[in-house]
């Protein structure tokens, strides 16, 4: 067993700080390779340190914070324009990167394309919605209006 620390969220592992044992091979072909983890070592825990308070930066700072931008979001739909064919349909699909700058372009803060998650994908005009986890507790229901880029 190989003793990692990861640098990114792994699902269903760890996220970034998190010190982890894993199987040799898991570690020496994908983890480390792919830079989502480092190997532990004594002088790690400085690492671990700057993991950890990279990430509390990350998050919102208060719960106030977390819950303001959480009623902001709810209030106002974020309307997003791209190409679509006649029908309706889109040429390709819309991206959780696509959804965190509209909502940035909307004046409505700046939220992290990582911690949101897309109901279902959008590959066709009109409305979706998207679920952003802001802090431990606090989860916001973002309404996406997709419509023809003209």
């Known amino acids: 067993m190989s003793k990692l620390i990861l640098t990114q969220d792994v699902t269903g592992l760890g996220a970034p700080g998190d010190v982890v044992e894993v199987k040799n091979g898991y570690a020496r072909n994908y983890l480390i390779p ?81 911690l949101l998650e897309l ?5 066709g005009l009109g409305q979706h919605e998207a679920i952003l986890k802001l802090r431990d507790g606090v989860v916001a229901t973002i309404t996406i209006t997709v419509v023809a880029a003209k």
Request: proline residues 2%; without cysteine.
């Open 34 to 114: 792919q830079g989502l983890a480092v190997a532990w070592s004594r002088g790690g825990e400085k690492q671990v340190d700057s993991i950890k308070a990279a990430r509390a930066a990350r998050e919102h700072a208060t719960i106030e914070e977390a819950l303001d931008l959480k009623a902001r979001l709810e209030a106002n739909p974020v309307t997003l324009a791209v190409k679509a064919g006649s029908e309706g349909r889109l040429f390709g699909s819309v991206k959780t990167g696509d959804v965190a700058d509209a909502v940035a372009a909307a004046g409505l803060g700046s939220i992290d394309k990582r």
């Open 119 to 123: 109901v279902a994908p959008i590959k």
